[in-house]
């Protein structure tokens, strides 16, 4: 019996000196697991309240966009860009207003709204668009050259069409006609060939005397008659809600 309680009294001895040795660096470690889990739980908690708090702010401007309240939609949206500049709602939120704002005539504040979009969104699709109306904006302003030089920056495939019409039309209204010709085509030669909108381009190419000679448009030969033109494209356009 004395020799298991020796051999008991020894093993005790070593687990002490194994824990003075290690015990310290595996608290330590403990420590440091737990305090990750709870910054990491903590981090998630405020980002999901971030989201909620940001998304009562974009549905209030989105409501004012509804009702033509620019009041509310300007104060709701400086909230917004105040307090949770860093979420996806704000620069959504800055594209209703930035809509709202043109509609009412408000160019100044449309742009800062529109440039908010880009400084701020993290999506390519939506700076793209932002990117657009900014040129639309600046277009009807007759900054020409701004606005052209707005629609240089990078944009992908699916944007090329409209892209391109919007540069005809700058283009036409600057006087310069056989650029715009061009922009137009390149505009046909882009957009989807089921598009109703290939129509609207159509005439605007019609108008200033066709395709040129040697574009893919004069090769497919022209329409025997000249479709009625859809409606022009809106203004700032509104932007959906981002999933939480």
Known sequence: MAVYDLEEQEQLE???????????????????????????????????NQAEQAAVLYGAIASAARGNDVAKAKDAMSQLADRFAGTSY????????????????DQAGAKTQLQFVLERAS???LKQIAR?????VLFDEKKHDDALRTLDARHDEPFAGIYSDLRGDILAAAGRGADAR????????????????????QV???SLGGPTAGSPAAAGGSASATPAAPAAPAAPATAAAPAK
């Open 14 to 48: 070593d687990l002490k000196a194994w824990w003075r040795r290690w015990g310290n660096l595996i608290s330590g470690i403990v420590i440091a697991v737990c305090v990750a889990i709870v910054a990491v739980q903590g981090w998630r908690w405020w980002q999901h």
């Open 90 to 105: 704000a620069p959504r939120g800055a594209m209703l207003l930035a809509g709202l704002l043109f509609k009412s005539g």
């Open 123 to 125: 999506e390519d699709d």
């Open 132 to 136: 657009f109306r900014l040129a639309e």
């Open 182 to 201: 061009a922009a137009y085509e390149t505009a046909l030669a882009k957009l989807d060939s089921k598009s109703p909108y290939r129509a609207y381009v």
């Open 204 to 206: 605007k190419l019609d």
